[in-house]
């Protein structure tokens, strides 16, 4: 078998591993929150979502994420692995949010979850904004905001995505310590994995 067929059957077995996960589909998992606008033009013929929606939120999160704890200049972002299981559809005019967890750290590379949770059924014009202190970048927030957040939206999130990401920074090697910081504030997975940089300056 080719190198690229071994990996595809690995990243099928992780993606697989990974939407067995039930702590990945509830929403108190996450700390960090992302409010979806929806647009009727990026819908199906039913109404639901487009697919490019969902990669481009997973994307555009994990980086609105990464720039609040280290300069988005000074970083770039190798996406390796990108991918979504959807278990109900998510409409226009409906205010998801969007969840952002990180599920393993390896040296520069991150995997993270994306759990896109629909307001309840009688809140489908609900304001996330007017729930908690929550604005289009995202924010961190506390468990108690987050149950303030689960009175008005599903515990278990309609779509789960899978992003590894390899994070590459001009100034150190494997995770910059102030990103680092962050990424413990929403590491989902038990306890934070220690050692996970190397050399955190070029200049030493």
Not at 4 to 30: H, P, T
Not at 64 to 79: A, P, R
Request: proline content about 3%.
């Amino acid at each position: 078998m080719s190198v690229s067929r071994l990996l595809k059957a690995a990243n099928s077995i992780n993606r697989r591993n990974f939407s067995n996960d039930a702590k990945l589909w509830n929403l108190m998992s996450y700390r960090f929150f992302v409010p979806l606008q929806t647009r009727w033009r990026d819908t199906t013929g039913n109404g639901n979502l487009i697919d490019s929606v969902y990669y481009d939120t997973m994307i555009s999160v994990a980086q609105s994420f990464v720039s609040k704890f280290y300069d988005e200049k000074d970083t770039s972002h190798i996406l390796t692995d990108n991918n979504y299981e959807c278990r109900e559809g998510i409409n226009y005019p409906e205010t998801p949010l969007a969840g952002l967890g990180v599920t393993e750290v390896t040296g520069s590379r991150l995997k993270f979850a994306v759990g896109f949770f629909k307001p309840k059924t009688d809140l489908v014009e609900v304001d996330p904004t007017s729930i908690v202190n929550l604005n289009l970048h995202g924010n961190l927030l506390q468990a108690d905001d987050v149950r303030k957040i689960a009175d008005h939206y599903d515990n278990e999130a309609a779509v789960l995505g899978y992003q590894a990401t390899v994070i590459k920074s001009a100034a150190a090697e494997g995770i910059p310590l102030a990103l680092e910081e962050g990424l413990k504030l929403i590491f989902i997975n038990g306890e934070y994995p220690a050692n996970t940089i190397v050399n955190n300056s070029r200049n030493l």
